[in-house]
């Protein structure tokens, strides 16, 4: 349409105040499609975790602290469960397999966890995908480590180096395990899950480094080398937590209110689904009260738009006088301001969304490293453009007050000149 060349020429002339307010939109966008999509992504990263187990089981706690410590190694565990009460259920004839934990040490910030090759049998991501290594394989030996794929990219390691596990959770190591050192064996593939920011050992590795601790403490005067533990092969006596997979899932509220009320020590089963609904439900309100300050900042955009156009209509009226002496009529003015809306709109929407997808780019190891989360670089999804589409809608209709004002502008206002 003539007009829509006409609108570009006319912001062009303006282009100082026009490149203003599309960033104003860009950013309004960007805001309200981020804050959109980090809770699209990040519920997805939680999601894809982990799959395939029907029950996770630790000492007594909230259900939301216990998926927290030993899926997503957030937080610690407030206590142990016995290796008999593991030892129980692990051999109830509806359980199929189950996934030991241990965790309590580190490794240069990384989590340690001590567990069995079963994890690497059973484990599962994202849509059942089972774990792969990307070099090496599992444990061989009791000073075989298994690392993640962030740990090896971001601190170099390769096949048969030697690392020092950490004692503690803390990112400084306070006290290391240097006598009783453990070898990388394997490099697990990337899955987008906190496996990647994981070092694995063994549970008779776990025992062996703390065979000569007593209360968090290397035992004065008791100190035992690194082969004499890896002779004496102690079987642990304590587990953080471990993972079920049961042979059917009907039987999964009959075993789960059995580990509930199990009268050796208090235990808690839940089951992960269940737990991570209960978070979204607890994120619900933040997550709405985002969205609001989102959209107030997009509609913030909008109206300084449409501010612009208004201010610039006493400014314009000799524009519009002589456009309406030429011969346009009252829908070619109307069209023209209508147009200059919907392309400040567009053209700040599109600049938004690339704004968005360059900071998610940027930000995305950052977040990956201090927070879990793994942040996709996927497509926009139909309820992003949707949302985008929605703010190209409304620039449009922020246009109509503007173009209606000066459509009712008479030619002789216009002509008049005012000293």
């Known amino acids: 349409m003539p007009f829509i060349a006409l609108a570009l020429k006319s912001l062009w002339n303006r282009k100082g105040v026009a490149a203003l307010t599309i960033f104003a939109i860009a950013v309004s966008t960007a805001l309200l499609i981020g804050v959109e999509k980090m809770r699209h992504e990040a519920r997805a990263s939680f999601a894809n975790t982990v799959s395939g187990v029907d029950l996770v089981v630790g000492a007594r706690t909230g259900p939301l602290q216990l998926l927290l410590y030993s899926v997503f190694r957030i937080g610690a565990a407030t206590n142990n469960i016995s290796w008999r ?31 069995s090759n079963a994890y690497f049998d059973h484990l599962r991501t994202g849509a059942k995908r089972p774990l792969s290594f990307a070099a090496g394989g599992r444990f061989g030996d009791v000073y075989d480590a298994v690392l993640g794929a962030e740990v090896a990219a971001r601190l170099g390691y390769r096949l048969g180096e030697p690392i020092v596990i950490s004692h503690g959770l803390g ?47 290397r035992a004065q005067g008791f100190n035992v080398s690194a082969e004499d533990a890896r002779a004496m092969r102690r079987r642990p006596t304590a587990i953080t937590a471990f993972m079920v997979g049961l042979n059917s899932r009907f039987a999964t509220f009959t075993l789960q209110r059995k580990i509930n009320e199990h009268r050796g020590e208090p235990l808690l089963a839940i089951l992960p689904g269940v737990a991570l609904q209960e978070l979204w439900d607890l994120m619900g309100t933040a997550e709405a009260a985002l969205a609001a300050i989102a959209g107030a900042v997009a509609a913030g955009g909008l109206l300084s738009m449409t501010i612009m156009l208004l201010a610039g ?91 209606w004002l000066a459509v009712r502008r008479s030619l002789a206002d216009g002509m008049i000149v005012r000293d």
């Open 85 to 115: 009460a593991y030892s129980t259920f692990a051999a109830d004839p509806d359980v199929a397999w189950t996934i030991p934990l241990s965790l309590g040490d580190s490794h240069r910030g990384f989590r340690v966890l001590g567990t």
């Open 171 to 217: 990112a400084i190591a306070l006290a290391e395990h240097e006598d009783k050192p453990f070898k990388v064996a394997g490099i697990l593939a990337k899955t987008g899950t906190p496996v990647d920011r994981t070092v694995h050992i063994s549970l008779e590795g776990m025992e062996a480094i703390h065979i000569d601790w007593r209360a968090g403490q």
């Open 313 to 403: 209509l006493a400014a314009r009226r000799r524009e519009m006088a002589i456009l309406r002496s030429v011969g346009a009529r009252p829908a070619h003015i109307f069209g023209l301001l209508v147009a200059e809306a919907g392309a400040l709109a567009l053209a700040g929407a599109t600049l938004g969304l690339g704004l968005l997808y360059l900071a998610f780019w940027i930000a995305q190891p950052v977040i990956e490293a201090r927070f879990g989360l793994y942040l996709a670089l996927t497509s926009p999804t139909a309820w992003e453009m949707q949302l985008f589409a929605m703010v190209i809608a409304a620039g449009v209709l922020a246009g109509i007050l503007p173009a």
